[in-house]
């Protein structure tokens, strides 16, 4: 397996991208595509504002059983501050779904290191097509997404501001002590070969590299699926600029409160994109 940074670049110069279909649903158009010319098609879905036309993005890479269309979960950003949200469907996720915990922890990374490479195509996609141009790319990450997303934000710089809800860092630590990686035997992360692919999708790697763009953590004071301690890990290995937010939850943050919290934080670092005509 290749790193990431490596296999995006020996790929990104053949991957095309083509809109399947195109649905009217309130305020919004909902279209469907496919990046193909990778390993294999990777579906995706942008929301966009019927009424206008926007050059605002925010990238959102959802958890772990999630799918694209999570994404819709941050559509006041469409209808209040005129953003088009996108998304594409994880590796064994989603239009990919399998029994995704059932794989050998190999095929797993594998796979997280793929949809990381997925991702950087996704934004490659939406340079070409328009959907966002420089210094207007927000990236949001929940779960599995906020740690994939602290490694996507760490190599392409063409991420303007992250938002992080509830991810961690020191992924050897923090898969044995999650409620879900018990099921993950402990001489399993003792393996060379699984610490090194850990190391490659691991956002503690790569979560510096961030600055001085700005960085929001959004945490679960009590989480024990991605333990709160490494989330607390990845926040102190992370540079300024940078907030932490932590809620009195476990690793279901509430998400009325987490998207007030994450609008406060975009109006006071990103006051030009928080209007509707910008």
């Keep these: 397996m290749n790193n990431h940074e490596k296999e995006y670049e ?3 110069e053949k991957v095309d991208c083509k809109v399947i279909s195109k649905v009217e649903k309130e305020e919004m158009v909902l279209s469907t595509f496919r990046i193909i010319g990778y390993d294999e098609e990777t579906p995706g879905l942008i929301a966009q504002n019927k009424f206008e036309t926007s050059d605002k993005l925010i990238l959102f890479l959802h958890g772990l059983g999630g799918k694209k269309e999570d994404s819709l979960a941050f559509r006041i950003f469409l209808r209040d501050f005129g953003f088009s949200i996108m ?13 995704f ?13 793929e949809t990381i490479v997925d991702n950087r195509l996704a934004i ?12 207007k ?10 740690i994939l997303g602290g490694v996507v934000a760490g190599v392409d710089k063409r991420v303007s501001g992250v938002i992080l809800y509830v991810p961690g860092g020191d992924l050897v ?14 001489s399993v992360l003792t393996l060379p070969f699984v610490r090194t692919m850990l190391a490659s999708v691991d956002p503690i790697n790569y979560v510096d590299k961030i600055s001085p763009r700005p960085l929001l953590i959004q945490l679960g004071k009590y989480d024990d699926v991605v333990p709160f301690k490494n989330g607390m890990k990845l926040f102190e290995k992370a540079k300024e600029p940078k907030q932490l937010i932590v809620h009195d939850s476990g690793h279901s943050i509430p998400a009325d ?5 994450t609008i406060d934080w975009m109006k006071n670092n990103f006051p030009q994109l928080m209007t509707k005509n910008t």
């Design 137 to 146: 790319l927000i990236l949001a990450g929940v779960s599995m997404g906020g």
């Design 124 to 135: 490659d996609v939406a340079f070409r097509k328009g959907w966002v141009k420089e210094g």
């Design 101 to 113: 915990m059932s794989l050998q922890p190999e095929i797993m990374l594998s796979y997280w290191n």
């Design 257 to 261: 409160k987490a998207i007030e919290k």
């Design 87 to 99: 998304a594409i469907d994880a590796r064994g996720h989603g239009e990919r779904q399998i029994d």
């Design 10 to 12: 020996e790929v990104k």
């Design 173 to 186: 630590e923090a898969i044995s002590n999650s409620t879900i990686g018990r099921s993950v035997p402990p």
